[in-house]
């Protein structure tokens, strides 16, 4: 557990390798959160990670144990992009060849940016739940609604706090129970994370122009990647993701596979956190054989 400061913010971050020094001659994975929420719910993963591969997970700013009052850090993609990429060059990994970069739902752009700017130390990406969308007439008005319903549930947030829509929020995320645990760290991250940075991040998450980069850019990683995605997703419809994973197979010379998990949601880490770490353990030995 330490902290790493930058002009942005006092980055809280956690490394296996601080606990177990062998892990930095192992691969690293870096791990990019979603829309309003901390780094632990990633540790059951990482538990399961961690014999292998060194794990590196962080708070993002506005969110967590991440300090950003004193700073104003700007909550954009490239925002938080130049924010886990001074992390990744605090650690000494921009140039190692032995990164894997994992980014869930927001995240998944974020890390796509990352694997652009540090291609030459990427080893494989993985994005999980993070989706393009056709522009029709018809989804520009989803999309609309849902920035709509981003602004409601910011100034609302608080009604998640109490059952039964604590429950409600947790079943919309998750398919499969979760532990309970993960339900508190949940609901306490969203309805706890800073209003700016996370009204900010569900806005750039559906902007056309964001999601029209981030197809360009994902075409362009140069590693191996893997598209997962929970069939039983509520939170982003998984057909995004599987277009996703269709343009960039089409275009992009480098290997692309899909993930597919027919009863999972959004959180296929906690919900079958054993079956996920076995695609990830999967991919990644793949991508380690190809860069051989």
Avoid at 176 to 194: A, G, L, M, N, V
Avoid at 239 to 248: A, D, V
Wanted: aromatic fraction near 10%.
């Amino acid at each position: 557990m330490s902290y790493l400061e930058s002009t942005r913010c006092r980055l809280y971050y956690e490394d296996t390798a601080d606990s177990d020094p062998s892990g930095k001659e192992k691969s690293a994975v870096l791990f990019v959160n979603g829309w309003a929420v901390s780094s632990r719910y990633w540790k059951p993963l990482v538990n399961v990670l961690s014999t292998n591969y060194r794990c590196i997970t962080y708070d993002q700013s506005g969110t967590g144990k991440t300090i950003i009052t004193g700073y104003k850090p700007a909550f954009t993609i490239q925002g938080f992009t130049d924010e886990a990429g001074a992390l990744i060059e605090h650690l000494g990994l921009q140039t190692s060849k032995q990164l894997h970069i994992v980014g869930h739902s927001m995240g998944g752009m974020v890390a796509t940016e990352l694997c652009i700017r540090y291609r030459e130390a990427l080893v494989s990406a993985t994005i999980i739940a993070c989706g393009i969308f056709e522009e029709t007439p018809f989804t520009s008005l989803g999309l609309m609604f849902l920035g709509g319903l981003i602004d409601f549930s910011m100034n609302f947030r608080n009604i998640f706090q109490h059952e039964p829509l604590k429950s409600l929020f947790i079943k919309r995320a998750a398919s499969k129970e979760i532990p309970k645990e993960y339900h508190d760290i949940i609901i306490e991250d969203f309805t706890q994370s800073d209003k700016d940075a996370t009204n900010a991040v569900g806005k750039f998450s559906i902007d056309p122009e964001a999601l029209r980069a981030y197809t360009r850019h994902v075409i362009n990683i140069s590693s191996p990647l893997l598209c997962c995605v929970g069939m039983a997703d509520h939170t982003i419809p998984p057909e995004g993701t599987i277009s996703l994973y269709e343009k960039r197979r089409a275009k992009a010379s480098a290997p692309t596979r899909l993930a597919k998990f027919p009863d999972l949601g959004h959180l296929p880490m906690l919900e079958e956190t054993a079956e996920f770490a076995r695609e990830l353990n999967k991919h990644f030995e793949f991508a380690e054989q190809d860069a051989q």
